[in-house]
């Protein structure tokens, strides 16, 4: 089966600076990479998302890349602001709707 | 904004007690998944249903772990007997269907704490 492996698991950044979260999967066949934020003591929401047919994808302060040759995918926050912490989780979806997930990012902001 | 509801929010019962949690996926969507997460985990999988039909269900503990979507609508999750390591955030989510990039809306999920 698919197995997620995320990067670092903590990450603290000055407001200001880039925030970057690296995950990478073990399935070759995994075709759809969302990455979502969980707030404290909220649920999971989808900040972005890629396909295996592209390989960047921007929304904003938002980007997500994707290396299908290296199976790996990153999260890049750019213009961090305190609003922008909260757990990062990547996931790798299979088949089915299968989606398997890293054990996230707890990303802090500091003003 | 339409969104999953779970119910309750909170649930805290002594080991070998039953527990149940209810779901209401959003309005039209046909897939249905429960997750377990563990605090400073990802959500794990533990079944997924199609309307009222299971897909998959290989990571639930079918000995005391069972799940039902009768009507194709929402559905609810039973633990008997509750054990110590079942203390986790029970997360229920649905999407339009099964096909690759669906995107998965989340509930707030029940913590539950067995003690």
């Known amino acids: 089966g698919e197995n997620v492996e995320q990067h670092p698991s903590t990450l603290s950044v000055q407001e200001g600076d880039s925030a970057v979260i690296k995950c990478t999967y073990s399935?070759?066949?995994?075709?759809?990479f969302p990455w979502y934020k969980q707030e404290l003591g909220k649920r999971p929401q989808l900040i972005i998302d890629?396909?295996?047919?592209?390989g960047e994808k921007k929304d904003q302060r938002i980007a997500v890349t994707l290396n299908k040759t290296a199976k790996h995918f990153s999260l890049h926050i750019t213009e961090t602001q305190p609003e922008d912490s909260a757990v990062y989780f990547c996931?790798?979806?299979?088949?089915?709707?299968?989606?398997?997930f890293g054990a996230g990012t707890r990303l802090t902001v500091k003003p | 904004e339409a969104e999953v509801a779970q119910s309750p929010r909170y649930k805290i019962t002594e080991k070998s007690q039953a527990v149940a949690f209810w779901c209401d996926p959003i309005?039209?969507?046909?897939?249905l998944y429960w997750y377990r997460q563990i605090l400073g985990q990802g959500p794990e999988l533990l079944v997924q249903?199609?309307?009222?039909?299971?897909?998959?269900d290989s990571q639930l503990p079918k000995d005391r772990f069972s799940a039902e979507r009768l009507k194709g609508v929402d559905s609810t999750l039973k633990i008997q007997p509750a054990e110590l390591g079942d203390s986790a955030m029970y997360l229920c989510?649905?999407?339009?269907?099964?096909?690759?990039?669906?995107?998965?809306?989340f509930g707030p999920g029940t913590r539950l704490l067995v003690l």
């Open positions: 989510a649905s999407s339009l269907g099964l096909a690759a990039g669906e995107t998965q809306y």
């Open positions: 399935d070759s066949a995994s075709n759809y």
């Open positions: 890629i396909r295996s047919n592209v």
């Open positions: 996931a790798a979806y299979l088949i089915r709707n299968d989606m398997r």
């Open positions: 309005s039209g969507h046909a897939t």
């Open positions: 249903f199609q309307d009222e039909s299971v897909v998959d």
